[in-house]
């Protein structure tokens, strides 16, 4: 099966929004655990340089997370709250703790194109103009393509 692997991300010009969407040559079963799997979400998570910990998670409907990314010994947290968790989509806050007043909230689809592929498409609605385009200038796009580039190697190889 063709492995997919470019990755489109947008801003709204109108609202606060970034989205994303990338194909994958996997069920949306298989994409949805390697998001709600606190394992398996870990190796694939964020760029190829940093390593995560999970130090809570609880992928959940009513459910929070929280996790830590290294870089270069420097230490990155992160955490949520898990709004509504169901197979083809989950709804969850984001807060990078460097910016603890900087909450996005997250929407997540996982739209079956048939024959074992999927669509993952996201929307990161955050509470500024100016706080939606630092994301989009703090690298964010390399942490996404790399990320995910490490998620559809992962599927490749029957690891999630």
């Known amino acids: 099966m063709d492995r997919i692997t470019e990755t489109t991300i947008e801003s709204d010009p109108s609202v606060p929004v970034i989205r994303t969407s990338r194909d994958f ?3 949306p079963e298989r994409l949805f655990r390697a998001h709600t799997d ?3 979400f870990a190796r694939w998570v964020g760029p190829d340089a940093t390593v995560t910990r999970i130090e809570h998670w609880d992928a959940r409907t009513g459910g929070s997370w929280r996790y830590v990314s290294t870089h270069d010994g420097v230490e990155y947290g992160f955490h949520g709250c898990f709004h509504e968790v ?3 989509r989950i ?3 984001f807060t990078f703790e460097g910016d603890p ?3 996005a909230l997250e929407t997540l689809w996982f739209e079956d194109l048939g024959d074992g592929r999927t669509r993952l ?3 990161s609605l955050t509470e500024s103009f100016e706080s939606r385009d630092a994301w989009l200038r703090s690298g964010m796009e390399a942490g996404v393509d790399e ?3 490490k998620l559809d190697r992962m ?3 029957d690891a999630v």
């Open 25 to 27: 040559a996997a069920t």
């Open 38 to 40: 606190p394992v398996v």
């Open 86 to 88: 169901r197979p083809d």
């Open 91 to 93: 709804v969850q806050t």
């Open 101 to 103: 007043d900087g909450v």
């Open 121 to 123: 498409r996201t929307q």
């Open 147 to 149: 990320g995910y580039a």
């Open 155 to 157: 599927l490749g190889d």
